[in-house]
């Protein structure tokens, strides 16, 4: 899927991923405490790569974290500046962040990057590596089956990889991979949090 594809996508289907996952509840109660331990480790300003309409940035935020969201789709732009409106969010992509080199101490990648094509990812991966200071972290979460295997997502084809898939890709960006944890629930597909440091 190219970028315009999935960003479309998306658009035409906003409302109703907002609601199905749009708020912070939404998430399984493990994951909101992983990701904010995560995000309490972190020293320095954190950006929400493809935070959709928000509500991951808003959580961390009112935890007292310093992140702003970054998002290519503007109908989430505007959910989430409606919804969270003391909450700093931009207009961009993971393969453009649009900040100084080293200036990050943390990025989460929340699901951000399983529409992308696994022979393009390396663009995003290296981005992300470039925008974190020595010792930034990044929080790669994403969709765990056999490498590169495309699946119909409810918006749009996404791919599965693997742990050691996808580590041996964000190690290849110039990171290393400090932690892997993969999660299973009935009735869900298998999915996983990564977490790199530069």
């Known amino acids: ?3 315009d ?10 409302g109703e991923y907002v609601d199905a996952v749009g708020m912070i509840e939404h998430a399984p109660q493990r994951d ?6 995560w995000a309490r480790a972190v020293e320095g300003p954190i950006l929400d790569v493809g935070c959709g309409p928000g509500q991951w940035t808003s959580f961390l935020h009112h935890e007292g974290v310093d992140i702003e969201g970054v998002e290519p789709v503007e109908a989430f732009l505007a959910d989430a ?13 993971a393969e453009d962040l649009g900040v100084p080199d080293g200036s990050l101490g943390g990025i989460l990648a929340w699901f951000s990057l399983i529409h992308t094509d696994p022979r393009a990812v ?6 992300l590596a470039r925008c974190l200071c020595p010792g930034g972290s990044l929080a790669l979460g994403f969709f765990v089956g056999p490498d590169h295997t495309p699946f119909d997502h409810a ?30 629930d009935p009735g869900t597909r298998p999915y996983g949090l990564l977490v790199a440091e530069r």
């Open 1 to 3: 899927m190219s970028f």
């Open 81 to 93: 500046r409606t919804r969270y409106p003391d909450v700093r969010y931009r207009a961009g992509r």
């Open 155 to 184: 918006i749009t084809t996404a791919y599965f990889w693997s742990v050691d898939g996808l580590s041996r890709r964000v190690e290849q960006a110039g990171l290393t991979v400090v932690d892997a944890q993969v999660r299973t």
């Open 5 to 14: 594809e999935v960003r479309e996508a998306y658009s035409a289907r906003a």
């Open 122 to 127: 390396d663009a995003p991966l290296t981005e």
């Open 32 to 37: 909101r405490d992983a990701l904010l331990a």
